[in-house]
């Protein structure tokens, strides 16, 4: 079945820090792979996507590049900053309509 | 673009009510989708419609969940005889499908509190 794993949070990061979020994910075929963001008392916002394999998603400053030989879409961003602290969900879409969620990893930013 | 706008944003009702939730989604968009996020989890998807056709539910949706669609634009979701287990935040999401999947967006959700 589809499934995505993501890294446990909360991840605690000083302003200006690198960050790396991991998600790997299990799919039959060729699933298209998003990260979503959820800031506190509001819905998901689409952050980037990636549709086939060696795609880079960017925004904001965000990148993930969608690895099918690691099955892995792992979010970067070189220097975050005090408003990225929210909740980032990795997602996958494999046809059927529904995304499959990770977890979620919480983020928080220190000045 | 308005967006996709959930009413309302917070409910709270005894165990044994019933409930019901709006969507209005992104006014072009053909597909609307519900899912239910519970505290520290990722959203799982309960059920999408593409027009006013239901496509697939999740084994999630029982018996006491009903959502329809009825001309194509806005949702409802009702819950009959809540329980306590149904205390979750619930998202609706649209997206345009024709000619390959775009993205869904979601809406800032409904809280339901069961006391």
């Known amino acids: 079945g589809n499934s995505v794993t993501q890294m446990e949070g909360p991840v605690t990061l000083s302003e200006e820090a690198f960050l790396t979020i991991n998600c790997t994910y299990t799919a039959t075929g060729y699933p298209s792979l998003f990260w979503y963001v959820q800031y506190p008392g509001e819905g998901l916002q689409l952050l980037l996507k990636?549709?086939?394999?060696?795609d880079k998603g960017s925004n904001k400053g965000f990148e993930a590049t969608y690895r099918k030989e690691t099955t892995s879409f792992h979010l970067e961003k070189g220097s975050v900053q005090v408003s990225d602290s929210a909740v980032y969900f990795c997602a996958l879409y494999n046809q059927g309509g529904k995304l499959i969620f990770g977890q979620g990893t919480e983020l928080s930013v220190k000045p | 673009d308005t967006g996709v706008s959930q009413d309302p944003r917070h409910k709270i009702t005894k165990r044994g009510q019933n409930v019901t939730f709006r969507c209005d989604p992104i006014s072009e968009h053909n597909r609307l989708y519900w899912y239910r996020q519970t505290l520290g989890q990722g959203p799982e998807f309960l059920t999408y419609f593409q027009n006013e056709a239901q496509l697939e539910k999740s084994r999630l949706l029982s018996d006491r969940f009903s959502a329809e669609r009825p001309k194509g634009s806005f949702s409802t979701l009702e819950i009959q005889r809540t329980e306590q287990g149904d205390s979750a935040m619930y998202l609706c999401?649209?997206?345009?499908?024709?000619?390959?999947?775009?993205?869904?967006?979601f809406g800032d959700g409904t809280r339901l509190s069961i006391l």
């Open positions: 990636a549709t086939k394999a060696d």
């Open positions: 999401a649209s997206s345009l499908s024709g000619g390959g999947e775009g993205p869904q967006h």
